[in-house]
């Protein structure tokens, strides 16, 4: 791991000189390369811009955070207001939806970083995320965005051992994917819907749930949490049941499965 960190800085610092732009979301993988970045920036007398988009697809938290940890680390933190209703294709939520929405808001980014002068714009994708179905992916490449941990084949637990090696106040920072990861490809995206989910997730992780999703199914919700924390989850069942009975939801189920990334991709992947 060691080996693959001087690489990283050597990596990054190479893409500092010609100035950069980091897609940032507060997440630990970006929060990584906006570290080694901004040390690359102090010591050639650059400007490293963290760029967040604010949109309705991702948790509000993200920005949130992602403007404390830009300041921890002295970078310049710019934000881009994202208008999803301007593409119809993305609220449809077709199995395409990562790529459609990736090469939306890297265009607006490379945009951006044209204005500020900057030659390349960087992303936090990881080796583990080309092994799995990620659409998005293939934007990025299209676009020629830089990747650099997953071209230095860094897997995310290297990026949460490295992390926190450097202090990084989120290295242990749960992902929080898209919130239409919630829904079934092909379920049109409701945004009234994502806000519920998003309370919903947002009060059982205030019961002490680090890592859950919601996955809606029309009038069932099926929670996921690891499965190591099922037991607990369903001596919590009389607090969670009202509150999102409240919300709206119907049918409260517990996934037996536990926790999945990517668990709404399993018909698509066995289609691929």
Same mark, same amino acid.
């Given at each position: 791991?060691?080996?693959?960190?001087? /690489?990283?800085? #050597?990596?990054?610092?190479?893409?500092?000189?010609?100035? =950069?732009? $980091?897609?940032?979301?507060?997440?630990?993988?970006?929060?990584? &390369? +906006?570290?080694? /970045?901004?040390?690359?920036?102090?010591?050639?007398?650059?400007?490293?811009?963290? =760029?967040?988009?604010?949109?309705?697809?991702?948790?509000?938290?993200?920005?949130? &955070?992602?403007?404390?940890?830009?300041?921890? *680390?002295?970078?310049?933190?710019? &934000?881009i207001q994202i208008n999803e209703f301007e593409n119809e294709e993305i609220?449809?939520?077709?199995?395409?939806?990562?790529?459609?929405?990736? #090469?939306?808001?890297?265009?607006?980014?490379?945009?951006?970083?044209?204005?500020?002068?900057?030659?390349?714009?960087?992303?936090?994708?990881? /080796?583990? %995320?080309?092994?799995?179905?990620?659409?998005? !992916?293939?934007?990025?490449?299209?676009?020629?965005?830089?990747?650099?941990?997953?071209?230095?084949?860094?897997?995310? /637990?290297?990026?949460?051992? *490295?992390?926190?090696?450097?202090? $990084?106040?989120?290295?242990?920072?749960?992902?929080?994917?898209?919130?239409?990861?919630? +829904?079934?490809?092909?379920?049109?995206?409701?945004?009234?819907?994502?806000?519920?989910?998003?309370?919903? #997730?947002?009060? =059982?992780?205030?019961?002490?749930?680090? &890592?859950?999703?919601?996955?809606?199914?029309? %009038? !069932?919700?099926?929670?996921?949490?690891?499965?190591?924390?099922?037991?607990?989850?369903?001596?919590?069942?009389?607090?969670? !049941?009202?509150?999102?009975?409240?919300?709206?939801?119907?049918? !409260?189920? *517990?996934?037996?499965?536990?926790?999945?990334?990517?668990? *709404?991709?399993?018909?698509?992947?066995?289609?691929?």
């Amino acid at each position: 791991m060691e080996n693959k960190y001087i /690489a990283l800085k #050597e990596y990054v610092e190479k893409l500092v000189k010609e100035g =950069i732009c $980091i897609a940032f979301s507060g997440g630990v993988d970006s929060s990584l &390369i +906006l570290k080694v /970045a901004c040390e690359a920036g102090k010591k050639l007398n650059k400007e490293v811009y963290a =760029i967040t988009f604010e949109s309705r697809l991702h948790p509000a938290s993200d920005v949130t &955070i992602s403007k404390r940890v830009a300041q921890e *680390m002295g970078a310049r933190h710019k &934000i881009i207001q994202i208008n999803e209703f301007e593409n119809e294709e993305i609220l449809k939520n077709p199995e395409n939806r990562c790529y459609l929405c990736k #090469e939306s808001l890297f265009s607006n980014l490379q945009k951006f970083a044209q204005e500020l002068g900057c030659k390349y714009v960087v992303d936090g994708t990881n /080796a583990d %995320d080309l092994k799995v179905y990620r659409p998005g !992916i293939q934007a990025l490449k299209e676009l020629g965005i830089v990747s650099p941990l997953a071209e230095l084949d860094i897997t995310k /637990a290297e990026v949460r051992g *490295m992390a926190s090696s450097l202090n $990084i106040s989120v290295s242990s920072r749960p992902s929080a994917p898209c919130m239409a990861t919630r +829904l079934p490809y092909n379920t049109p995206i409701n945004f009234e819907l994502l806000e519920k989910i998003e309370k919903g #997730e947002e009060f =059982i992780k205030g019961l002490g749930f680090r &890592i859950l999703r919601l996955r809606v199914h029309g %009038d !069932i919700v099926r929670i996921e949490v690891p499965r190591e924390d099922l037991k607990r989850l369903l001596e919590k069942s009389q607090e969670i !049941i009202p509150y999102l009975k409240d919300l709206g939801f119907v049918y !409260i189920t *517990m996934d037996l499965e536990g926790f999945r990334s990517g668990s *709404m991709d399993v018909y698509v992947v066995k289609e691929g």
